[in-house]
């Protein structure tokens, strides 16, 4: 498996609440850091306001000024386009939410990051930016039902159009772009068939076309795999899943260049959708057992998916960590975990397949994944209750199907669990 190379950060500059934008210490110096050990400290100062190991959460809506000469100084220095040594307004700007912002752009190694109130504001926000009228982009199908909603829908009507292609289907990909194609947007691994992108194959094509690419990489977090050192140009996540890592939030962030995150980070004062201080409290929280808790996820999935892929019962197990995965290569070139959500079809009807999630004991039925509790949910029932039968067949969301996500429980607890409940069938 592929071993990210990982390195930076830990601010340790004065009284600013700010990490520096880049996450990086005011020397420059990158040590060269594990993944755990930046979601421990990257972003956050070693001796803040009142000898506090944890960041503080700074619980306000907007910032005063000692008197109108700093306003003006603040005015014409920050005005438009630098990232502040100071906040003026809540909604441009949090130093908890940047030193959030700060470690979550050294996990990803990026430049810089934004947090926004979700994940689909990170990907609504991102997209509503890059393109324009008369701008077409090319997205891969399998992905999130809100996102291709956004996509196929709801930027139509600003005039912008998009191709969907087959995930894994790079010819595709080249075939579907033309002269006003901008960008190609894709999930690694997607929800919920898991495939993962070559991100060496489509960043090649992306760059032979002067195209930007942007990578949901909420299922893999950046303790599997980095998008950004193969070239890619921004990340985002819904920091909801797995960063945050507890299903007590909702968040999204975009990891990538300082210039594209300016440009969003512009547009987020202006369409306004920012996380709270105590929001990005709980981030920070959550991202320092990110390491242990991927490293749980990533271990008990693959052990339970060779469970389900052996069982009489399992008709067919989407996991990139089984031999049987179209993707099993290519995540096992570029990925150091294969992540804690499990697809699969029970060898039975849609009822029945709820007999089996109704008498598991551990996982609750839920939508949501990347939490530290087990969720299970039939995706036709959640994600695509309300879609027309043979729409969602076509993307081969069966009655059968199953999305589980393993959380940190005990994994033989959850074997046991499950394996009492296929008997109940
Ligand atoms: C891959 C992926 N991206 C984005 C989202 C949206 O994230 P949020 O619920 O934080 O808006 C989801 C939600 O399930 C998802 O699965």
């Known amino acids: 498996m592929a071993t990210p190379d990982t390195t930076i950060t830990q601010n340790t500059d004065g009284a600013s609440g700010a990490a520096a934008p880049n996450g990086k210490g005011p020397d420059g110096e990158t040590p060269s850091l594990s993944s755990q050990t930046q979601a421990v400290h990257a972003g956050e100062k070693r001796y803040i306001s009142h000898d506090s190991v944890t960041v503080p959460i700074v619980q306000t809506s907007t910032y005063t000024f000692e008197d109108t000469a700093s306003l003006i100084n603040y005015m014409e220095e920050h005005m438009f386009w630098d990232v ?12 908890t ?3 959030a912002e700060s470690k979550l752009a050294a996990l990803d190694g990026a430049e810089d990051a934004l947090l926004l109130s979700s994940g689909m504001a990170a990907i609504t926000t991102t997209l509503f930016i890059l393109l324009s009228q008369g701008d077409h982009f090319v997205m891969t199908e399998d992905c999130y039902r809100r996102t291709r909603g956004f996509c196929n829908t709801f930027l139509t009507r600003f005039g912008i159009t998009c191709t969907t292609v087959a995930p894994g289907d790079y010819d595709a990909i080249e075939a579907a772009i033309g002269p006003a194609t901008k960008l190609i947007f894709s999930e690694s691994p997607t929800n919920p068939f898991l495939r993962c992108v070559d991100y060496a194959r489509l960043v090649d094509i992306a760059k032979r076309h002067g195209l930007r690419t942007i990578i949901d990489t909420t299922f893999a977090t950046p303790c599997n795999v980095r998008p950004l050192e193969y070239g890619v140009d921004l990340a985002i996540h819904s920091v ?7 299903n007590d939030l909702l968040a999204g962030c975009v990891t990538g260049s300082f210039s594209i995150t300016t440009a969003l980070r512009q547009s987020q004062g202006i369409l306004g959708a920012i996380v709270d201080p105590h929001c990005a409290y709980l981030i920070l929280r959550g991202l320092k057992t990110l390491g242990l808790r991927m490293r749980q996820h990533n271990e008990s999935a693959l052990r339970i998916a060779r469970y389900l892929e052996d ?21 096992t070139r570029t990925m150091s975990g294969y992540g804690g959500v499990i697809s699969f079809e029970v060898e039975a009807d849609g009822p029945t397949t709820s007999r089996f999630i109704d008498a598991c004991n551990i996982a609750r039925i839920g939508p949501s994944l990347g939490g530290v509790e087990s969720l299970i949910e039939q995706p036709g029932l959640v994600s695509y209750f309300d ?18 996500s393993v959380g940190i429980e005990d994994t033989d607890d959850l074997l046991a669990d499950f394996e009492q409940a296929l008997s109940k069938m």
């Open 84 to 95: 502040p040594e100071r906040e003026e307004y809540g909604r441009y700007g949090n130093p």
């Open 97 to 99: 939410v940047r030193a």
């Open 387 to 404: 879609t027309a039968p043979e729409d969602r067949l076509a993307l081969g969301i069966t009655d059968e199907l199953v999305r589980l």
């Open 311 to 331: 069982h009489p019962m399992i008709r067919r197990v989407w996991y990139p960590g089984l031999e049987s995965h179209p993707d099993h290569d290519v995540a």
């Open 240 to 246: 909801t899943k797995y960063l945050a890592g507890h």
